[in-house]
Nanobody, 126 residues
Framework: QVQLVESGGGLVQAGGSLRLSCAAS????????MAWFRQAPRQEREFVAARTWLGTSTMYTDSVRSRFTNSRDNAKNTLYLQMNNLKPEDTAVYFC???????????????????WGKGTLVTVSS
């Protein structure tokens, strides 16, 4: 059974940093695209970042570009999201997700992601 488990969330002041991790198990994800999404209170889930399986292409939503970095360690089956210069509007539950394909599907609101973690809460105080 495929499992994605996020960790690293917490409370941080504006301008601070956090690194989220997503540990994948149940199969190898080395040939799959992976992504981060987030859902703020009373809002729809939104795309944050995605990465192809080779890392040849990474994409970010405009609001986090230049502040967040999406990386992965295929040997550890782990996806990371380094978040710098955090802002109160970054407060949300962050989810990692995995596709069955090597590339995200940008024509799909979920970017073709098939498996989802349960999320980790990030709270940024002003």
């Amino acid at each position: 059974q495929v499992q994605l488990v996020e960790s690293g969330g917490g409370l941080v002041q504006a301008g601070g940093s956090l690194r989220l991790s997503c540990a994948a198990s149940g199969r190898s994800f080395t040939t799959n695209a992976m992504a981060w999404f987030r859902q703020a209170p009373r809002q729809e889930r939104e795309f944050v970042a995605a990465r192809t399986w080779l890392g040849t292409s990474t994409m970010y939503t405009d609001s986090v570009r230049s502040r967040f970095t999406n990386s992965r360690d295929n040997a550890k089956n782990t996806l990371y999201l380094q978040m710098n210069n955090l802002k109160p509007e970054d407060t949300a539950v962050y989810f990692c997700a995995c596709s069955l394909a090597p590339y995200p599907d940008t024509n799909d609101p979920d970017y073709g992601m098939r498996y989802w973690g349960k999320g980790t809460l990030v709270t940024v105080s002003s």
